[in-house]
């Protein structure tokens, strides 16, 4: 059982349990996050080695170090977390996708911690941690300036936060909706809604309210030719963004 969480959309939730089965198949219905993960994971890693002080070159740079999954979905950034050493807790109010994550994460052997539950929950149980992923979430959540708020009090001092979500504009209207879901079928129709978007003044004043520092923010853009994803100083569409607890 979650407490109630304000920011919990149960709409959201169903939406993709219904898809929990595909999160492991690079061609299925999240195939466009495999094809973005790598961008994520070395943005995470750079900027996690840097400002805590880890050897970028050691096999396990996150040993010692708790992390914060939120949103984990099926574990496709939570596991290669744990490869380079984090404890990490993943959690999703999704039973069905922590189903998909722990029965991946046995057959890959990894330590994990995943939990059905919400950010709510472990905040009022008190948990603490060094770094929180919450990419690709925000814009999913009931109230995301509460979410914000309930996710920036579990940072330890120092702590980082990570955030990726869609920037509100007309291009990001035309690529992420139209383009994305009904003209390349990259995703499933609705798994959007534009008027959630959030701009990168908003989730920046969300963070000074609660504490944290924006460090770094870049655009990610998607290259037709080399069907890949780079960073970039366009924030149009896709950005992520990192604050830093003072």
């Not at 309930?150 to 504009?169: D, Q």
């Not at 035309?174 to 609705?190: F, H």
Request: aromatic share 10%; proline share 5%; glycine share 10%.
């Amino acid at each position: 059982m979650t407490a109630f969480a304000p920011s919990l959309d149960p709409s959201e939730v169903a939406k993709f349990s219904a898809m929990a089965a595909e999160w492991w198949n690079p061609k299925g219905k999240f195939g466009v996050l495999h094809v973005f993960n790598p961008v994520r994971l070395q943005f995470i890693k750079d900027q996690v080695t840097a400002r805590l002080g880890r050897d970028p070159l050691e096999r396990r740079p996150f040993e010692g170090l708790r992390f914060l999954d939120i949103g984990c979905g099926g574990g496709l950034l939570t596991e290669p977390m744990a490869r380079l050493g984090a404890s990490i807790l993943g959690v999703d109010p999704s039973e069905k996708n922590i189903k998909t994550a722990t029965v991946h994460r046995d057959e890959m052997g990894l330590e994990i911690d995943y939990r059905v539950g919400t950010a709510e929950d472990l905040a009022a149980a008190g948990e603490r941690f060094d770094v929180i992923l919450n990419m690709e979430v925000i814009e999913h959540v009931a109230d995301p300036k509460a979410f914000t708020a309930t996710c920036a009090a579990m940072l330890k001092p120092g702590g980082l936060m990570f955030v990726a979500t869609l920037n509100r504009t007309l291009k990001s209207f035309g690529l992420a909706i139209i383009g994305a879901e009904y003209v390349l079928g990259w995703l499933p129709k609705g798994t959007h809604q534009w008027e959630k978007f959030i701009t990168p003044d908003e989730l920046k004043g969300w963070l000074a309210d609660n504490g944290l520092t924006t460090k770094e923010q870049l655009g990610v853009t998607y290259s037709p030719f080399t069907r890949q994803w780079k960073v970039s100083r366009d924030m149009d569409v896709n950005y992520m963004l990192l604050g830093q607890k003072g």
